[in-house]
């Protein structure tokens, strides 16, 4: 069966303007992924030197038009893809390629070799680079960005097996649009490609959109440290990883808080639980701790009774003086702290032991810190519920 080049290439062209303006169209809903933006208007050019190519027996001088926007649409895709990881676009990229074709022009212009050669080896360059770009700048890893990846070097390898040819064959116009007319086997790459690497970079944008979402739903909004739901699935997993070796909990409640509000306002308030999640930032690593209530805070570390101890003295000395540097005023604002030490329990029965220990904290004058009176060993070998007490009582 023998394929149609002209029609195959008008199908090539509408392919790539309709997957270009549905790039733009992604970009005008969601205006935070710039890289929707610079791929659509990459798309929308790659069709204009498309139809340029397609047309050029018939319009003279269509062979250094088509190519250059091939060039300029490859820079864009290129630009897209580090603004896609958050880097700076670094615009004057974008324009390399196109800048090597017009100086190059006048001396391969007369050479079909020659031209295959340079813009296949500005193709290949810019696919390369893409695919690095996303696998090694990445900031997370996306599963459509690795198949995204996988089809940016395919293309690659094929620009620069086209590209190796060029220097042997000079008879290789079937594959070739430069040629004076659509190849089927270049309308036919075009088809295939372009409407893909459209439809992945839609999905890259999308399940990009979605991580986030899902890590908002983690986060407080004030501090951008684990919620309560985050920071108990943390614990939870840190309990599985650590089943035989004892595990500390550390209750933190903030002292004269309310007062804070009714006298400074709620902004100064704000300020405040800001200042207490960078503090416990400082001394904890960033999964173990989380915002579980409006004023309360808790960490679960790996570690026995007296490091618990140690962080949560350093903590309860550091806040005040984080505050008086943070902003500036005269507060009477100190944290009290619960703490509790166990091997082998729930996160959440942890929990209720520093509770317990926090309510003594807070008793006994606030700005202290209070241990759990007991140590809790549990031996999963027994049945559940014989639990062995050493008096550890502070």
């Known amino acids: 069966m023998s394929l149609d080049p002209m029609s195959l290439g008008v199908a090539a062209v509408l392919l790539t303007l309709v997957s270009g303006g549905l790039l733009l169209f992604a970009w005008v809903q969601n205006r935070q992924v710039d890289a929707l933006f610079w791929w659509g208007i990459g798309f929308c050019l790659a069709a204009g030197g498309a139809l340029f190519l397609g047309v050029q027996g018939i319009i003279p001088g269509n062979r250094f038009l088509g190519n250059g926007l091939f060039a300029l649409a490859s820079g864009a895709q290129y630009v897209g893809c580090r603004s896609f990881n ?68 395919s293309a690659g390898v094929y620009a620069l097996i086209r590209c190796i040819i060029a220097l042997f064959d000079e008879t290789m116009t079937s594959v070739d649009p430069l040629t004076g007319q659509w190849s089927a086997a270049m309308a036919l790459m075009l088809v295939i490609y372009m409407p893909t690497s459209a439809f992945l970079f839609l999905s890259m944008a999308k399940e990009l959109a979605e991580s986030e979402f899902r890590q908002a739903a983690l986060l407080d909004p004030l501090t951008r440290i684990p919620n309560r739901r985050a920071f108990f699935a943390n614990a939870d997993a840190l309990s599985a990883r650590n089943k035989s070796r004892p595990l500390s909990c550390l209750l933190f409640d903030l002292d004269g808080f309310k007062q804070v509000n009714d006298t400074f306002g709620h902004a100064m308030g704000d300020g405040v639980i800001k200042t207490f999640a960078q503090t416990l930032g400082r001394y904890l690593p960033s999964s173990t701790f989380g915002r579980v209530g409006g004023d309360e805070f808790c960490a679960i570390i790996s ?65 202290k810190v209070a241990a759990s009176s007991s140590d809790v060993v549990f031996f999963p070998s027994r049945p559940q519920g014989r639990r062995r007490q050493r008096d550890t009582t502070v």
């Open 86 to 153: 958050g880097r700076p676009p670094k615009v004057l990229a974008g324009f390399i390629g196109v800048g090597i074709w017009v100086a190059f022009w006048p001396l391969i212009a007369p050479f079909f070799t020659a031209r295959l050669f340079t813009i296949s080896a500005i193709g290949s360059s810019y696919s390369f680079l893409m695919a690095w770009e996303l696998w090694r700048n990445a900031p997370q890893r996306l599963m459509s960005q690795s198949a995204t990846v996988f089809v940016l070097i």
């Open 303 to 367: 570690g026995d009774r007296s490091e618990a101890l140690g962080l949560a003295e350093a903590i309860r000395s550091e806040f005040p003086k984080a505050v008086a540097a943070n902003l500036g005023a005269d507060l009477d604002v100190t944290v009290s702290i619960g703490s509790a030490t166990a091997i082998g329990i729930a996160p959440e029965t942890l929990v209720t032991m520093a509770d317990t220990a926090l309510y003594r904290a807070k008793f006994d004058g606030r700005n």
